[in-house]
């Protein structure tokens, strides 16, 4: 199985500057078809799952611009360019490449100072 | 616009069943695969089960294989979960989850359930 791991699991940062979030997978995301199924997926407090980032760098419809997802092979990084207030909560990588089973890291709890 | 709800969470013993559903709507459901992933209390995201679009091929987590069973039916625009012998640890949110464009993106609202004597 591939075994995703994040950095670092707790985040606190300060409204208005960048926030970042490594993940690391245990072997490379490249699929045969050249494609790399690497998803970011935000979980705000009390709610369900959001994807955020597709195919690592791919924003979902309605995600702003401020998050952005980079990366390649293992090693993969979302960032948050100017923390919102509203971006509080849990951001989770998970592969898609090599399955099953599909893996998630165990989760970056993003908070405000 | 795409929704997914889940329905059929709730209380049962250990050893016991329970049969979640999913009903979706705003897209062709019988085009695409489905998830399920579910999350323990105050714990991670588990991927759990994965059906295809027809209905044929099934995937399953080694902690669920041979207890819980994915299915759909393509006329009703349904997704279901039959989960028997419930132990304490699949005690979690069970969210649907689809691979409409690309794989998970749309979840529905998650469905409880609770393995408790």
């Known amino acids: 199985d591939v075994v995703m791991t994040q950095s670092p699991l707790s985040l606190p940062v300060t409204l208005g500057q960048p926030a970042s979030i490594s993940c690391r997978s245990s072997q490379s995301l490249v699929y045969s078809d050249g494609n790399t199924y690497l998803n970011w997926f935000q979980q705000r407090p009390g709610q369900s799952p959001r994807r955020l980032i597709y195919k690592v760098s791919n924003r979902d419809s309605g995600v702003p611009d401020r998050f952005s997802g980079s990366g390649s092979g293992t090693d993969f990084t979302l960032k948050i360019s100017r923390v919102e207030a509203e971006d509080v909560g849990v951001y989770y990588c998970?592969?898609?490449?090599?399955?099953?089973?599909?893996?998630f890291g165990p989760g970056t709890k993003v908070d405000i100072k | 616009q795409v929704q997914l709800v889940e329905s059929g969470g709730g209380v049962v013993q250990p050893g016991g069943s329970l049969r979640l559903s999913c009903a979706a709507s705003?897209?062709?459901?019988?085009?695409?695969?489905m998830h399920w992933v579910r999350q323990a209390p105050g714990k991670g995201l588990e991927w759990v089960t994965f059906?295809?679009?027809?209905?044929?091929?099934?995937y399953y987590a080694d902690s669920v294989k041979g207890r819980f069973t994915i299915s759909r039916d393509n006329t009703k625009n349904t997704l279901d979960l039959q989960m028997n012998s419930l132990r304490g640890e699949d005690t979690a949110v069970y969210y649907c989850?689809?691979?409409?464009?690309?794989?998970?993106?749309?979840w529905g609202q998650g469905a409880l359930v609770t393995v408790s004597s």
């Open positions: 059906i295809q679009s027809d209905g044929f091929n099934t």
């Open positions: 705003g897209f062709t459901f019988r085009n695409y695969g």
């Open positions: 989850a689809s691979d409409i464009m690309t794989p998970f993106d749309y």
């Open positions: 998970m592969q898609a490449t090599d399955w099953p089973p599909f893996t």
